[in-house]
């Protein structure tokens, strides 16, 4: 009896959903519809004078700004990234492209880093202007992220 109760239970939650009655629905999902559903996210996206590291990241302190005489990165730290997508990250200043850094995945990551700058500081420093880091991510030849960060001056 309590078998068919819930087999009964089951069968009405999944019409009342069909329906839009807003009821849920008891049973999964298939893990690959699952996972496909998983958008790519940023996790952090900015300007420092060092390469960083995902351990750097996840405490969330605050990074040193670049400035005329350090060296400069920009980074990105992706999440739910998949096979095939192709990561750009780009250091400009102005509207002008410096240093870019280009990877498609060979597998999913769940989480993911790619940098682009300068390990040493150009002779003379840096050129005068506001620098930003921006980064497009692309899935199946569609952008799926496109961000820039809020342009800085190198003090």
């Not at 329906?19 to 629905?25: A, K, N, R, S």
Request: no cysteine.
């Amino acid at each position: 009896m309590l078998t068919r109760s819930l087999i009964a239970f089951v069968l009405i939650s999944g019409l009342a959903v069909a329906f839009g009655l807003g009821l849920p629905i008891l049973w999964p999902t298939s893990a690959k519809s699952a996972a496909t559903e998983q958008q790519a996210k940023l996790l952090a996206l900015g300007l420092t004078d060092h390469e960083v590291t995902p351990e750097e990241l996840e405490k969330g302190t605050p990074l040193p700004v670049p400035r005329f005489n350090t060296p400069a990165m920009a980074y990105v730290w992706a999440a739910n990234v998949k096979k095939g997508d192709s990561v750009e990250i780009t250091l400009n200043n102005g509207d002008t492209p410096l240093l870019r850094n280009t990877e498609t995945l060979a597998e999913d990551k769940v989480s993911f880093l790619l940098q682009a700058g300068k390990r040493g500081v150009p002779a003379g420093g840096w050129p005068e202007g506001t620098y930003h880091a921006e980064v497009k991510i692309t899935r199946d030849g569609k952008p799926v992220i496109s961000e820039t960060t809020k342009p800085i001056a190198f003090e």
